[in-house]
């Protein structure tokens, strides 16, 4: 799926199955939220922390779609075209760092 097949998707469930976009705050706590979720299982799972016997049937997965899926809402609700955005991202990134990690001695 193309991001911009996504954002239609996305757009399509929210508008049918969801009955309208929560406002933009609201969506923004909500990311904030699923992120949290994304955190709390790489604390678990690649970091220190213990999962608690709740905690061990989680989703890795399932709660990075969450974190995609309330930010493509966010995008649709702004007006971003997703594709556009990160192709521009990617060009900074490349402009700004061609050299610079690979001169990083701790990367090497």
Do not use: P
């Not at 790489?42 to 899926?69: H, I, N, T, W």
């Not at 060009?91 to 990367?107: A, C, Q, Y």
Request: aromatic content about 6%; hydrophobic content about 35%; some cysteine.
């Amino acid at each position: 799926m193309k991001i911009k097949e996504a954002q239609e998707i996305v757009d399509q469930w929210i508008n049918t199955t969801g009955i309208r976009y929560f406002n933009e705050l609201t969506n923004t706590a909500i990311l904030m939220e699923e992120v949290g979720e994304v955190a709390r299982i790489m604390a678990r799972k690649y970091g220190e922390q213990s999962f608690k016997k709740s905690d061990e049937q989680v989703d890795l997965a399932d709660e990075m779609a969450d974190v995609l899926f309330v930010l493509i809402c966010l995008a649709n609700q702004t007006g971003i075209d997703l594709t556009e955005a990160l192709q521009k991202n990617l060009d900074k990134k490349t402009k700004r760092d061609s050299d610079r990690h690979k001169n990083n001695e701790k990367l090497k």
